[in-house]
Each structure stands twice: as C-alpha cells, then as structure tokens.
C-alpha cells in the first residue's frame, strides 16, 4: 500500500465514514460502486431515486452522462460537512474542473449570491454539468461565472473578493497550498481536500515527516499554517468508499 493511500485509511475518524447526503450508498451492494470512475450506464433513478434536490441532479448528471459517479458523491459529500463553516455570500470553488463542487452551494444554499468557478481550462464536463444544474434549479445560472485563471495568479490580480468562502477539492499537490494561500490572503473560511502528496511541498519538520509519514505530515504542517494566520481549524472526512484522499480541512475564522 503506497504512503498516500496507507496514511488516510489507517487513520479513519469512524464517527464520519457513513453517507449523508446519499445514505442508500452506507449499503454494502451501493458501497462498492461508490468510487465508480466512468460515466455511470445504469437508470439514472437506480442511484438517486429521491425527490429531493440532490437525488434529481444526481439523476440530470447521469442521464447526459456528464461526469463520474464517485465525483457527484464526492462533490455532495464534501458538501454536507464544510457547508456550515465555509458558506458565504460568495464563495470561489478553484481548481474547480468540472465545477459541481461550487455548483452545489450555488443551488442547495439561499444565502449563496455569487459563486466563482476558476481553473486554468475550462472542461467539456462543464457544460453539461452546468446544463444538468439548470434543469434542477434555473436559478443557478445567474449566480456562477467561470473564470479562467492560472492559481498562482489570483492574489496578484484580486480576482477573489475578501471574505469569500474558498474551496480547494483535490487541488494536487502544492495546488492545495496555494489555494490555502488564497483562502488566507482573502480571509474568508476554506475547505480543502488535498490529494497527490507525493507532488507537495517538502516538509521542513523532517521528525514530524519521519514519524507520521509525508501524507500525515503534510496537513499537519498545513493546519499549523492556518492556525498561525488566525484560524480554527478542523478535519472532517467524506466516506472512504468515494476515495482514500478522503480527508478535509476547514478552516473558519473565529468570532
């Protein structure tokens, strides 16, 4: 078992590995298709047959075969545990890919005005993401922009407005970091979920990394980081069956 994997799953936090947003997935004959990575073929009602809002988009996305499965779980998911804490008028989903993420805020919360979408690319996925949304909930649109933007750009050109909620979802590598970097130049609260550790920055604690392994090490050192910028930080995590890079960090600003 690589580092990567092995750091997440010996560490579970088993008071939050259950679904909550699709608890029909906590069944043994969903859970394994939970980290399903082609386009889902089945009836669009087999995995969504609610009547909620998060059932009838899961339901639009697999009926245009928009993106992966295990992507709108992880998107929802990550949703249910950070919405409280990270939740602003405006929010900025970067790294965003297909944008389901922002798209999410944009539609299950009220108090969500404007959310940004940024990437260095706008994906074909968005288009019919964005078109599954509309469906859903038409009031979205007027809400989201796209913007194309290379990360390590965003602070210089302001294009995040103070205060804004940021999400960073598997922005590999040092992406996390510099996402983290956007979040506290803005001051608003932040949900990452970092992946790719291999490719982050090295770690200057070389004991911390010895001992805990780089993956551990590597968010230990990062929730130090905003710790020392005036945050309170938390971990969460998304049920380990959607993916092993299953660890969240939020970051709030305290009262």
């Known amino acids: ?9 010996a560490r579970p936090n088993r008071r939050d590995l259950r ?6 997935f906590d069944r043994p004959e969903w859970r394994r298709f939970a980290n399903l990575r082609h386009r889902y073929l089945g009836s669009p009602a087999d995995p969504f047959p609610g009547d909620g809002l998060p059932d009838r988009l899961g339901r639009a996305l697999v009926e245009r075969k928009a993106i992966v499965l295990k992507e709108i779980l992880e998107s929802f998911e990550l949703y249910a545990r950070v919405r409280r804490r990270v939740r602003r008028p405006v929010m900025a989903d970067l790294c965003c890919g297909h944008g389901l993420t922002g798209l ?3 539609l299950c919360e009220r108090s969500v005005e404007r959310v940004l979408l940024i990437d260095e690319a706008r994906p074909g996925s968005y288009d019919l993401v964005l078109d599954a949304v509309r469906e859903v909930g038409p009031w979205v649109v007027d809400k989201v922009s796209f913007l194309e933007r290379p990360l390590d750009l965003l602070e ?13 979802v598997h922005g590999c590598g040092a992406l996390t970091d510099l996402g983290l970097g956007v979040g506290v130049a803005v001051g608003g609260p932040i949900a990452a979920m970092p992946c790719c550790y291999r490719i982050a920055p090295p770690i200057a604690l070389r004991g911390l990394r010895d001992a805990l392994g780089k993956t551990l090490a590597t968010d ?3 929730t130090y980081r905003l710790v ?9 995590w998304v049920p380990s069956a959607i993916t092993p890079m299953n660890r969240i960090l939020i970051a709030w600003n305290p009262p």
Not at 1 to 9: I, K, V
């Open 19 to 24: 679904f909550k947003i699709f608890p029909r």
């Open 1 to 9: 078992m690589s580092d990567d994997a092995g750091a997440h799953l």
């Open 228 to 236: 020392e910028a005036g945050y309170h930080v938390d971990w969460a």
């Open 220 to 222: 230990v050192a990062r």
């Open 104 to 106: 999410v805020f944009a």
């Open 156 to 168: 210089q050109e302001s294009v995040v407005p103070e205060g804004a909620g940021v999400l960073v």
